[in-house]
Protein backbone atom coordinates (compact mmCIF):
# COMPACT_ATOMS: atom_id res chain seq x y z
CA UNK A 1 0.00 0.00 0.00
CA UNK A 2 2.87 2.73 1.04
CA UNK A 3 5.02 3.03 -1.60
CA UNK A 4 7.96 4.96 0.46
CA UNK A 5 10.31 3.07 1.91
CA UNK A 6 10.76 4.47 5.51
CA UNK A 7 12.96 3.01 7.88
CA UNK A 8 12.75 4.02 11.58
CA UNK A 9 16.33 4.39 11.37
CA UNK A 10 16.42 6.95 9.50
CA UNK A 11 12.95 8.39 9.70
CA UNK A 12 10.41 9.59 12.58
CA UNK A 13 7.33 8.13 11.11
CA UNK A 14 3.46 7.48 12.36
CA UNK A 15 0.60 6.27 10.83
CA UNK A 16 -3.05 7.17 11.02
CA UNK A 17 -6.66 5.97 9.37
CA UNK A 18 -9.67 7.80 9.82
CA UNK A 19 -13.38 6.45 8.80
CA UNK A 20 -14.65 7.86 5.51
CA UNK A 21 -13.15 9.31 2.93
CA UNK A 22 -14.08 12.76 2.33
CA UNK A 23 -11.94 16.19 3.42
CA UNK A 24 -12.94 15.92 7.03
CA UNK A 25 -11.45 12.63 6.98
CA UNK A 26 -8.80 13.37 5.26
CA UNK A 27 -7.72 16.05 7.54
CA UNK A 28 -8.79 14.01 10.94
CA UNK A 29 -5.92 11.05 9.51
CA UNK A 30 -3.54 13.80 8.63
CA UNK A 31 -3.65 16.04 11.83
CA UNK A 32 -3.36 12.69 13.68
CA UNK A 33 -0.27 11.52 11.98
CA UNK A 34 1.53 15.07 12.55
CA UNK A 35 0.83 15.28 15.99
CA UNK A 36 2.02 11.46 16.55
CA UNK A 37 5.18 12.34 15.06
CA UNK A 38 5.39 15.67 17.04
CA UNK A 39 4.42 13.14 20.14
CA UNK A 40 7.63 11.14 19.49
CA UNK A 41 9.94 14.35 20.06
CA UNK A 42 7.51 15.68 23.38
CA UNK A 43 7.68 12.33 24.84
CA UNK A 44 11.35 12.06 24.67
CA UNK A 45 12.05 16.06 25.88
CA UNK A 46 9.78 15.19 28.99
CA UNK A 47 11.61 11.95 29.42
CA UNK A 48 15.54 14.20 29.19
CA UNK A 49 13.68 17.03 31.35
CA UNK A 50 12.89 14.37 34.25
CA UNK A 51 16.13 12.64 34.02
CA UNK A 52 18.01 16.11 34.17
CA UNK A 53 15.71 17.31 36.93
CA UNK A 54 17.00 14.21 39.26
CA UNK A 55 20.39 15.12 38.43
CA UNK A 56 20.20 18.52 39.06
CA UNK A 57 18.41 18.31 42.05
CA UNK A 58 15.39 20.61 40.57
CA UNK A 59 18.39 23.54 40.35
CA UNK A 60 17.07 24.37 36.87
CA UNK A 61 13.25 23.70 37.04
CA UNK A 62 11.82 27.02 35.45
CA UNK A 63 13.86 26.53 32.51
CA UNK A 64 13.14 22.91 32.17
CA UNK A 65 9.29 24.02 32.96
CA UNK A 66 9.54 26.55 29.68
CA UNK A 67 11.03 24.22 27.55
CA UNK A 68 7.89 21.70 28.71
CA UNK A 69 5.60 24.22 27.66
CA UNK A 70 6.74 24.66 24.55
CA UNK A 71 7.29 21.11 23.69
CA UNK A 72 3.56 20.74 23.94
CA UNK A 73 2.86 22.90 20.52
CA UNK A 74 6.00 22.19 18.77
CA UNK A 75 4.83 21.70 14.88
CA UNK A 76 7.89 20.14 13.22
CA UNK A 77 9.58 21.53 10.31
CA UNK A 78 10.28 19.09 7.20
CA UNK A 79 7.37 17.04 8.34
CA UNK A 80 5.43 15.66 5.58
CA UNK A 81 1.69 13.66 4.92
CA UNK A 82 0.86 11.51 2.01
CA UNK A 83 -2.43 10.18 2.19
CA UNK A 84 -3.70 6.79 0.87
CA UNK A 85 -7.30 5.95 0.46
CA UNK A 86 -9.55 2.60 1.24
CA UNK A 87 -12.24 3.26 -1.05
CA UNK A 88 -13.86 -0.04 0.72
CA UNK A 89 -18.09 0.62 -0.18
CA UNK A 90 -19.09 -0.79 2.93
CA UNK A 91 -16.19 0.75 5.35
CA UNK A 92 -14.33 3.06 3.29
CA UNK A 93 -11.23 4.62 5.19
CA UNK A 94 -8.31 7.15 4.81
CA UNK A 95 -4.85 6.36 5.98
CA UNK A 96 -2.32 9.20 6.63
CA UNK A 97 1.51 8.74 6.86
CA UNK A 98 3.47 11.89 8.36
CA UNK A 99 7.10 11.55 8.09
CA UNK A 100 10.65 13.20 8.39
CA UNK A 101 14.26 11.84 7.75
CA UNK A 102 16.26 12.77 10.75
CA UNK A 103 18.76 13.98 8.46
CA UNK A 104 16.37 16.38 7.51
CA UNK A 105 15.35 17.30 10.91
CA UNK A 106 19.04 17.88 11.87
CA UNK A 107 19.58 20.16 8.76
CA UNK A 108 16.65 22.63 9.22
CA UNK A 109 16.88 22.98 12.79
CA UNK A 110 20.77 23.47 12.82
CA UNK A 111 19.90 25.95 10.08
CA UNK A 112 17.42 27.08 12.75
CA UNK A 113 19.98 27.08 15.28
CA UNK A 114 22.79 29.39 13.64
CA UNK A 115 20.29 32.17 11.90
CA UNK A 116 18.31 32.83 15.47
CA UNK A 117 22.24 33.16 16.93
CA UNK A 118 22.92 35.51 14.52
CA UNK A 119 20.47 37.36 14.84
CA UNK A 120 20.47 37.28 18.52
CA UNK A 121 24.29 38.28 18.48
CA UNK A 122 23.17 41.36 15.90
CA UNK A 123 20.50 42.60 18.19
CA UNK A 124 22.77 42.52 21.41
CA UNK A 125 25.85 44.13 20.06
CA UNK A 126 23.45 46.60 19.08
CA UNK A 127 21.39 46.78 21.93
CA UNK A 128 25.15 47.42 23.88
CA UNK A 129 25.81 50.05 21.74
CA UNK A 130 22.82 51.64 22.40
CA UNK A 131 23.38 51.36 25.82
CA UNK A 132 27.23 52.91 25.62
CA UNK A 133 25.76 55.92 23.86
CA UNK A 134 22.94 56.51 26.83
CA UNK A 135 20.17 55.48 24.50
CA UNK A 136 19.21 53.11 27.60
CA UNK A 137 15.09 53.25 26.27
CA UNK A 138 16.34 51.61 23.20
CA UNK A 139 19.14 49.29 24.51
CA UNK A 140 15.88 47.70 26.78
CA UNK A 141 13.46 47.49 23.77
CA UNK A 142 16.40 45.34 21.81
CA UNK A 143 17.27 43.72 24.88
CA UNK A 144 13.99 42.22 25.33
CA UNK A 145 13.39 41.87 21.68
CA UNK A 146 15.34 38.89 21.94
CA UNK A 147 13.10 36.95 24.10
CA UNK A 148 11.00 35.26 22.05
CA UNK A 149 13.97 34.78 19.83
CA UNK A 150 15.82 33.14 22.79
CA UNK A 151 12.38 30.53 22.60
CA UNK A 152 12.92 29.47 19.35
CA UNK A 153 16.10 28.91 19.74
CA UNK A 154 15.77 26.56 22.80
CA UNK A 155 13.15 24.96 20.79
CA UNK A 156 15.31 24.20 17.73
CA UNK A 157 18.13 23.19 20.47
CA UNK A 158 16.04 21.06 22.03
CA UNK A 159 14.72 18.99 19.25
CA UNK A 160 17.87 18.90 17.67
CA UNK A 161 19.26 17.20 21.06
CA UNK A 162 16.27 14.72 20.93
CA UNK A 163 16.85 14.07 17.67
CA UNK A 164 20.69 12.99 18.22
CA UNK A 165 20.57 11.24 21.51
CA UNK A 166 17.13 9.59 21.33
CA UNK A 167 16.76 8.67 17.73
CA UNK A 168 20.66 7.94 16.90
CA UNK A 169 21.11 10.43 14.14
CA UNK A 170 24.74 11.33 15.03
Do not use: C, W
Amino acid sequence: MFHRNIQPKTYLAAISVASGNDVEASKFAQDNARAEVSRMITVNIKSLISSVKEESNNEYSQYLSSITTSSTSIQLMGLQVELYPDNDRKDPKIYAVAYVSKSDLDRIYTKKKNELTEQIYKILVDAKSDEENSSVVNAIKKYLSTYPLYEELKEAETILFVVNQFFGYR
